[in-house]
Structures are given as structure tokens and as C-alpha cells.
């Protein structure tokens, strides 16, 4: 790999890398959540009162709350970034 390939993708790791983990941890918590705190069985249904209080499933309830508004602030900062992008280049053309 050239050296100006690998100062890409190290720019692209440290812009997204950590909404590519955010949006990996709350894809695997929905689904742990749905396992283990809401399983789709009569005994999950009649104890999910009990079971959703635990520990470990306040916690995935936590990751797939945040992790979901950090997902939903990333389109919000891509967009402003397009925005911010593009912005300038349409004001020069205009004047």
C-alpha cells in the first residue's frame, strides 16, 4: 500500500471509525436484548417484568438508547458537512 493510501484510510478511521463501532454495538445489543431480556417464548413474555430489570439488560436497554441517538446525530453531521461542503462552491458560481 502507497503511503498516500494508508493517510486515507487512517482519515477515514478516525472520522467514522467510531460510528461504525457505535452502529456495530447497537446492531449486536439489539439483538443480545432480544435474546436474553425479551425472549420470543411464553416463559420470556410472563418474565420479562422480572427479567428486563436485570442488570445486563438495563445496560443493552442503555447502548441501544445512545447508540441509537449517536447514529441519528451522525446524519445530522454528515449532513451539515455536505452542506458546509457545498455551500462555497455555490456562492462562487452565483456572484
Known amino acids: ?12 478511521v478516525g472520522l467514522f471509525g467510531i460510528y461504525i463501532l457505535w452502529i456495530f454495538i447497537h446492531y449486536v445489543s439489539a439483538h443480545l ?7 420470543i417464548t411464553l416463559f ?8 428486563a430489570t436485570l442488570p445486563q439488560c438495563v445496560a443493552l436497554r442503555w447502548i441501544i438508547y445512545n447508540g441509537g441517538m449517536n447514529i441519528i446525530n451522525m446524519w445530522g453531521i454528515a449532513g451539515s458537512y455536505i452542506v458546509n461542503k457545498l455551500l462555497p462552491s455555490i456562492y462562487t458560481f452565483g456572484h
Open 33 to 39: 436484548y432480544v435474546k436474553f431480556c425479551v425472549p
Open 1 to 12: 500500500m502507497t503511503p498516500a493510501y494508508l493517510n486515507y484510510v487512517k482519515s477515514f
Open 44 to 51: 420470556g413474555f410472563f418474565g420479562s417484568p422480572f427479567i
